[in-house]
């Protein structure tokens, strides 16, 4: 290193220009990671930038990080409530999904490519995990939430999928170049690796919660000790021989569902940690690919890319999930959000290394896969989830949350709202918020940067900003009352679940009655096992079922109990 | 004309009733159309509540429209309360109610009930009409507003 500056220049020009590039694309609703993939292009090697970089070597190990640093926080963001309706369908689309991704593919690209069966696999094998958090990114932009059957099983799956693909990548690179591999040999090194792998994500994961939480330590170290701790389990099961990214994945899991201090600053700190891991990828990726040798090849490696969008993974989709009675609406769009991500990269490092036969061709051709998948499946997926409305009413998120000092429960959080102009809570006492689910507080109003003290006397304005405390059920009303009334971004709560709302043990008989429609089943059963046994599956918010001429639709869910129902009148 | 012309009579607009709860709302309900059809009030009351007990009837924006089945009855008929004092009524945004719409329709009706709630649900929908209804000072203003309403686009909130 004779020339630090030049490196921290260069380092922090990057940077800066892809925060730059940020704040842009929020507004132009292009995917990021393309962003990061162009700067780094333009400052390659063909670019005006013309910076010669090809350290293969550098790249594995800079990505088998941040890949690590990605599933660490993609697991602490995981619910394991959400395992209700979505673990299911995620382990068959992270498990044989994959598979057969994989193996579809990578047949087609055997046949186009010209290259042997193997490594036809090899390179399906790269591209066959999926990447949720370019999904959700792009989701968040543009104000859609997605039902959460849909947006569970995604997430999920993207988490879990990438240590499945990262095996089957090294077990075929193992193939290549030592020989064949009895399919014996395969089974037991897939127990082995995921057998250690969760064994160890579990009790590492444990262990690390206990430790957070003994431990007294300033608010801004926490997170440190949480990536410390992630890092050295990561490298402590790889050594071990388990499956290391299936470890950091499990143990972010259990840290992020226990009890956690400095929860919010720490989850703030990984995510930006993670944001950075995704862009460093995509910036080297940019670096290491040459467009003067891609463009020649794209006539080859484009239709891989197709195939995979068109063909393997809506047939992988399809061949997985319909035993779990997904609406047909639900398995469009899960095949069609199979975006490929920052893990196709790092894997299509892994064969260069080994000295596997055209290596280079394959790194071309997932980078074909991964930009196509980000420019054509990015750019359609919250204009597709309306269309397909597999999205639910979201509410407005609290400009500031922040859970109470020291406490180990979670319930209460100070959080912090501005009053919309136009809002429901304008003009109303400051004291008094209506809510119905959960509980709130008002702790204090702020007007022009004055304090006001919450008294039943003080009417709120537009613009007052409001500190209360509140527990997370109340978060989805305090949202919609600070929120200016149909912002028109979020999908409209009357015209979506109705008019009225019915309780989930109304009886079925009653409710047919006022309706007004024949009995379609047992007057005694009760509205929301009626709703469970129409569905033949686990319900989640804003299914729907008919009744006569009204449209009932799950409202509310608590403990996997339907607790409230709209009924939409027709016309 | 109007489903709603048809089933309001101007006799049945109550402006500024002073009841504090939604049981002494539907216990005077329950008179009034016991004078008018000669149905006993706790048929009207237990009907009423009936419906109440599978789920609020409140629409949000401090307006509710609280419907029933009567055996007895030949056809649909309602009344409309402003009360002098918002009361607690479970509605879905939690607001407290004044405007009261209350829809009693015959046992066998078809769902043409339906029609004519999803009509309240709109009329009520209707900020404007909401603001004026409050501000009527005369039974025959509020009957008029809710007879003449008509969609008009763009202005429900």
Redesign the interface.
């Known amino acids: 290193m004779a020339d630090v500056n030049t490196l921290a220049l260069l380092f922090g020009a990057l940077l800066l220009t892809a925060m730059v590039a940020t704040s842009l694309t929020k507004r132009l609703g292009t995917p990021l990671l393309l962003v990061f993939l162009g700067v780094g292009m333009l400052a390659g090697d063909s670019g005006p930038g013309g910076l010669i970089f090809n350290d293969f070597e550098l790249s594995y190990t800079v990505g088998n990080l941040a890949l690590a640093v990605i599933l660490f926080d993609g697991g602490l963001r995981t619910r394991i409530s959400t395992f209700r309706v979505a673990l299911k369908p995620a382990l068959l689309l992270a498990t044989f999904g994959v598979a057969i991704t994989a193996g579809i593919t990578g047949a087609f690209a055997a046949w186009i490519l010209d290259l042997p069966l193997h490594l036809g696999f090899l390179l399906g094998s790269i591209v066959g995990s999926t990447d949720a958090a370019a999904v959700f990114a792009l989701l968040r932009n543009s104000g859609v939430k997605l039902n959460e059957r849909v947006g569970a099983t995604l997430e999920i799956e993207s988490g879990m999928n990438d240590p499945m693909a990262i095996f089957l990548v090294i077990v075929l690179i193992a193939a290549a170049t030592s020989g064949s591999l009895s399919p014996a040999d395969m089974a037991l090194e897939f127990v082995r690796q995921f057998g250690i792998g969760i064994v160890c994500g579990g009790a590492g994961g444990w262990l690390v919660s206990r430790l957070a939480k003994r431990l007294t330590l300033p608010e801004s170290l926490h997170p440190l000790l949480l990536l410390g701790s992630g890092l050295a389990l990561f490298g402590a099961t790889a050594k071990l021989g388990g499956s290391a990214f299936l470890a950091v994945y499990c143990a972010g899991m259990i840290i992020g569902n226990r009890p956690l201090p400095a929860r919010e600053h720490s989850l703030q700190v990984l995510d930006g940690l993670a944001w950075l891991a995704q862009a460093g990828m995509f910036l080297l990726l940019g670096l290491l690919t040459t467009p003067s040798r891609v463009l020649p090849e794209l006539p080859q490696v484009l239709p891989i890319a197709l195939f995979l969008m068109l063909v393997a993974r809506p047939l992988s989709v399809l061949l997985c999930l319909p035993p779990l009675r997904f609406r047909w609406r639900e398995l469009v769009f899960v095949s069609w959000v199979g975006l490929r991500g920052a893990v196709p990269i790092v894997l299509a490092v892994f064969p260069l290394l080994a000295g596997v036969e055209h290596a280079l061709l394959m790194f071309d051709a997932a980078l074909a896969v991964v930009i196509s998948s980000l420019l054509i499946q990015g750019s359609s997926i919250a204009w597709l989830a309306r269309v397909l409305k597999v999205e639910v009413p979201g509410y407005p998120d609290p400009l500031a949350q922040h859970s109470l000092h020291g406490e180990d429960d979670a319930h209460w959080l100070l959080v912090q709202y501005r009053v919309a102009a136009g809002a ?1 809570i304008v003009d109303a006492p400051c004291t008094q ?4 689910q959960g509980l709130a507080e008002t702790l204090g109003v702020w007007r022009q940067g004055m304090l006001l003290h919450p008294e039943s006397s003080l009417l709120l304005r537009a613009d007052d900003l409001v500190l209360l405390a509140a527990n997370e059920a109340a978060l989805p ?1 305090l949202g ?2 600070f929120a200016a ?2 912002s028109g971004k979020q999908l409209d709560a ?1 015209r979506f679940f109705g ?5 989930g043990d ?1 009886q079925l008989g ?2 047919a ?5 024949a009995m379609p089943g047992d007057p005694d059963l009760s509205l929301a096992d009626w709703i469970c046994a129409t569905l033949h599956r686990q319900p989640t918010v804003g299914e729907q079922v008919a009744l ?3 449209t009932l639709t799950v409202h509310e869910i608590e403990g996997g109990k339907i607790t ?2 709209g ?1 939409k ?3 | 004309m109007s489903l709603l012309t048809q089933i309001l009579p101007p006799a049945n607009i109550f402006l500024d009733m002073d009841v504090g709860s939604k049981k002494r709302v539907f216990e005077q309900i329950g008179i009034v159309f016991e004078n008018s059809h000669g149905i006993a009030r706790s048929v009207i009351f237990d009907s009423l509540f ?2 109440e ?5 409140g ?2 924006q401090g307006v509710a429209i609280p ?3 009567i055996k007895g009855l030949k056809d649909a008929t309602g009344a409309f309360v402003r009360l002098r004092e918002p009361i607690p009524y ?1 509605a ?4 407290p109610v004044n405007l009261i719409f209350v829809l009693l ?1 015959p046992a066998n ?3 043409l ?3 004519i ?3 309240l ?1 709109q009329l009520f ?1 209707d900020k404007r009409l909401r603001e004026e209804l409050a501000a009527a000072s005369e039974p025959a203003e509020a009957w008029k507003l809710i007879s003449l309403w008509e969609p008009y686009s763009g202005e429900a ?1």
Do not use: N, W
Request: net charge negative; glycine share 12%.
């Open positions: 429901d918020l209506d809510i119905r009303e919609e009352r009334q149909q009357q008019e009225f709302y019915l309780h109304a009653d409710v009655m006022f309706c007004g429609c006569g001429g009204v409230s129902v009924l009148l027709p016309g | 009936a419906r007990k599978l789920g609020s009837t629409l949000g419907h029933g089945r479970d879905p945004d939690g607001k329709v009706a078809t769902d009930h339906l029609q709630l999803s009509e649900a929908s909130v």
